[in-house]
C-alpha cells in the first residue's frame, strides 16, 4: 500500500536558468513588481500575441479582475462550465454575480457548448468564461458570435493553455480578457503565479488600477522619481505579484514551446496503446487544433469503479486525479436549489481518470502506466460485467 511514487502525476521542468533567475532578483534587491515583472509581461504579451499582460498573484486573481473589468457585478450573470477548477466560477461569486453553468459539447470534445451558452443567455447575462479544457481549444468562433449578438464579453479561463492555439492565433488572445496560471503543477510553473490578458485598452487601463489598489502609481515610478503621490481611483485589491516569481516565469515561458512538444509526444503515445483497452476511451479524439496538453484525460466505461482503479494504480506507485468534480455539485453551488442538468458533463464528472502527464515522462513509464490501467480496469470492472 505505501508504494513509493515512481511515476507522480507532474514533475517540474526546472534547471539551472531557474537558480540563477532568483539568484539574479535577489542580488538585485528589488522584490516586488520591478523590471522582472516588466519583462515578464512584455515578453508574455508577444508570446500570446496582445497588447497588454499584467502579472498578478495567481490566476484566481487574474479572473476575479477579468470579471470586474467586464463590468460584472451584483445582479448579473456569467455562463461557465461545471466541468472545470472551482476558481473559474468562484470569481464569478466574489463580483456578486452568479454562475450559470453550460454543459460540454460532447462525450468527445469537453469544452463548453455553444448551443448550451445561447439557451443560457438571459437578460441579466454579462459575460461568458470558457476554459480551454486539458488544452483543448473551445469553439472560439461560435461563442464570440453569440457574444457579439447579445453583447456579451468574453473571458477565457486559459490555466491548462499556454502555447495552445486556434487558427493561427493563441489561446489568450481570442476573446476580451484571458487569464493565465503558473501554479506549481501547470506547463508554465512559478508556485504561485498569474497573468492577465487583453487586446483591449479600456479593459487594461482597469485592470491595471484594480491589481494594485486602484492607485494611480507604482512603488517602482515613485521609487524611480516619476512620481511623488497618487490618488487611489477604485476599490482594487493587492494582487501583484512579486520580482521572483517574475523571473522564475521568464526562465519557464522560454521552456514553454518545448516542454509542450514533449507532451504532444506523451500524449500520442498514450494514445496508441491505451485504444487497446477495452473499458477506457479517448476524448478529443476529432480535435483538430494545435493543443497544450496540460493533462491526459480518459474516460472509464460506466460502472467501472473508478475509485478501485485509482486505488489499483496508486499500490503501483503511479499517482492520477480526478479532472473535475463538476462545480455545480458542490455544497456550495448546489444549496442554491436545483441546477439544470448537465448531461455529458455528468457522466465526464463521474467517470474521468486522469493520468500521469509530463516533459520528462519517458517511454517506458508511459508504458508501465497503460500495463497498471489495463490490469485494474479489468479487476475494477468485474463486478460491473457481472
Ligand atoms: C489551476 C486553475 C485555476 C487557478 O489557478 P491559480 O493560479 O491556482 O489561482 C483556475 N482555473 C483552472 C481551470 C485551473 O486549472
Redesign the pocket.
Known amino acids: 500500500m505505501n508504494a513509493e511514487l515512481q511515476i507522480p502525476l507532474f514533475d517540474l521542468e526546472y534547471g539551472p536558468e531557474e537558480s540563477q533567475a532568483v539568484q539574479r532578483v535577489l542580488d538585485s534587491k528589488w522584490l516586488t513588481m520591478g523590471e522582472e515583472t516588466i519583462a515578464f509581461e512584455k515578453e508574455f504579451a508577444a508570446y500570446i500575441g496582445v497588447k497588454h499582460a499584467f502579472a498578478v498573484a ?4 487574474a ?1 476575479h479582475l477579468a470579471n470586474l473589468a467586464c463590468d460584472v457585478g451584483p445582479g448579473d450573470e456569467v455562463i461557465c462550465p461545471s466541468l ?2 472551482v ?2 466560477s468562484n470569481s464569478i461569486l466574489y463580483t456578486g454575480a452568479k454562475p450559470v453553468f453550460a454543459d460540454i459539447c460532447s462525450l468527445d470534445e469537453w469544452t463548453i457548448s455553444p448551443e448550451d451558452i445561447e439557451s443560457k443567455v438571459s437578460e441579466r447575462t454579462k459575460a461568458i468564461i470558457v ?1 480551454h479544457y486539458a488544452g483543448y481549444p473551445c469553439r472560439m468562433s461560435q461563442i464570440n458570435a453569440i457574444a457579439r449578438r447579445h453583447n456579451l464579453k468574453v473571458i477565457e ?1 486559459c ?2 493553455a499556454p502555447g495552445a492555439s486556434l487558427d493561427g492565433k493563441m489561446a489568450g488572445a481570442l476573446g476580451d480578457v484571458s487569464c493565465f ?3 506549481s503543477n ?1 506547463n508554465m510553473s512559478t508556485g ?3 497573468m492577465i490578458c487583453t487586446d483591449n485598452d479600456s479593459i487594461a487601463e482597469r485592470l491595471r488600477l484594480l491589481r494594485s489598489h486602484g492607485m494611480t502609481s507604482l512603488t517602482l515610478d515613485r521609487h524611480k522619481g516619476h512620481s511623488f503621490s497618487y490618488d487611489v481611483v477604485a476599490l482594487g485589491y493587492n494582487y501583484r505579484i512579486d520580482e521572483i516569481h517574475s523571473a522564475l516565469g521568464r526562465a519557464q515561458l522560454c521552456r514553454l514551446a518545448q516542454g509542450n512538444r514533449r507532451r504532444k509526444e506523451v500524449t500520442l503515445h498514450y494514445s496508441v496503446i491505451l485504444r487497446e483497452i477495452d473499458g477506457v476511451t479517448l476524448p478529443f479524439q476529432s480535435s483538430t487544433a494545435s493543443a497544450s496538453y496540460h493533462i491526459f484525460p480518459v474516460l472509464l466505461r460506466e460502472g467501472i469503479d473508478r475509485l478501485k482503479v485509482m486505488t489499483h494504480l496508486r499500490s503501483q506507485g503511479i499517482q492520477t486525479s480526478i479532472h473535475y468534480p463538476l462545480i455545480h455539485t458542490f455544497s456550495l453551488y448546489s444549496a442554491g436549489g436545483a441546477a439544470s442538468a448537465l448531461p455529458f458533463s455528468e457522466v465526464v464528472g463521474r467517470s474521468e481518470l486522469t493520468l500521469p502527464l509530463f516533459p520528462s515522462l519517458t517511454l517506458e513509464q508511459i508504458e508501465c502506466v497503460a500495463l497498471g490501467l489495463s490490469d485494474a480496469v479489468r479487476q475494477a470492472g468485474n463486478g460491473a460485467i457481472a
Open positions: 495567481n490566476c484566481t486573481a479572473l472545470s477548477f476558481a473559474t476554459m479561463d490555466a491548462h496560471s503558473f501554479f501547470k504561485e503565479g498569474g
